[in-house]
C-alpha cells in the first residue's frame, strides 16, 4: 500500500522551513525555491499546498504565532497554578523579547512581514496584519481583571497601557535585535513601565527571568 501522506504535518514542516530561512537571511529574501530547498521537497510540492508565495507566508506566520502562544502558556505555567495578572503579562512581554533564537525568529519575522506590508498590497490584504489588536484586547483585558482586584495604581488607563506596553515591546525587541539594546536592559525598562501601572508588590522582575 501506498504510504498515506499526513497533509497537516507537511504543511507543517514546510513553514518551519520557511522559518528557518526567514531567520537567517530575513522574510524579503524568502522565495519557494528557498522554502522547497530547506524542506527538502520540490518547489512543486510547495505550490501544490501554499498556491502563492502571500498564501505560504500567511501559513508560515500563523504557525509562528501558534508557537508564540505555546511560548507564552509554558511561561505562565511556570509562575504557578494561579498567576495573577502582571504574571500573564510579563510572561506575554517577554516571550516576545529577543532572548534566544526562537523568540528572536519571532520578532524579526513578524516585525520584517509587518514592513513588508506597508508596499505589498496582498500582504496587507491578509488577516494576520490585524493580530495585534487580539494582543492589545488580551492585555487590556488583563490590566482590567488586575483594577478590579485592587492591583494597579489610582487612574490606570487599561486600553492605553496595553498600546503602550505592546509599543514598547516592540520597540525594545527591535533593539535589542541589532545589538543597541540587551535583552536584561530592555526588560528593566518593561519592569519600570510595569511598576507605575500596578501598586506595590503587585508582580515580580522580568530582569530575573533573563539568564
Do not use: C
Not at 492589545?136 to 485592587?150: M, S
Amino acid at each position: 500500500m501506498p504510504k498515506r501522506v499526513d497533509h497537516t504535518e507537511r504543511r507543517t514542516e514546510i513553514a518551519e522551513a520557511l522559518l528557518r530561512v526567514a531567520g537567517r537571511r530575513g522574510l524579503h529574501a524568502v522565495g519557494m525555491r528557498d522554502v522547497a530547498a530547506e524542506a527538502g521537497v520540490s518547489v512543486r510540492l510547495v505550490q501544490y499546498y501554499f498556491e502563492t508565495k502571500e498564501k505560504l507566508l500567511l501559513h508560515g506566520l500563523q504557525h509562528l504565532a501558534e508557537r508564540f502562544g505555546e511560548r507564552v502558556a509554558t511561561r505562565v505555567g511556570a509562575t504557578g497554578n494561579r498567576p495573577g495578572p502582571r504574571a500573564v503579562i510579563e510572561a506575554l512581554l517577554m516571550a516576545s523579547l529577543p532572548t534566544d533564537e526562537e523568540s528572536r525568529t519571532f520578532h524579526l519575522v513578524y516585525t520584517s512581514y509587518a514592513v513588508l506590508s506597508v508596499t505589498d498590497e496582498a500582504l496587507a490584504a491578509q488577516p494576520f496584519i490585524k493580530n495585534p489588536e487580539a494582543a492589545e484586547d488580551r492585555l487590556t483585558a488583563l490590566l482590567e481583571q488586575a483594577q478590579a482586584a485592587g492591583l494597579t495604581r489610582p487612574g490606570v488607563d487599561a486600553r492605553a497601557e496595553a498600546v503602550t506596553l505592546l509599543a514598547l515591546s516592540a520597540g525594545l525587541g527591535t533593539s535589542v535585535l541589532v545589538g543597541r539594546s540587551s535583552a536584561r536592559s530592555a526588560a528593566d525598562v518593561l519592569d519600570r513601565h510595569l511598576d507605575r501601572i500596578f501598586q506595590e508588590g503587585g508582580g515580580g522582575s522580568l530582569a530575573r527571568a533573563i539568564p
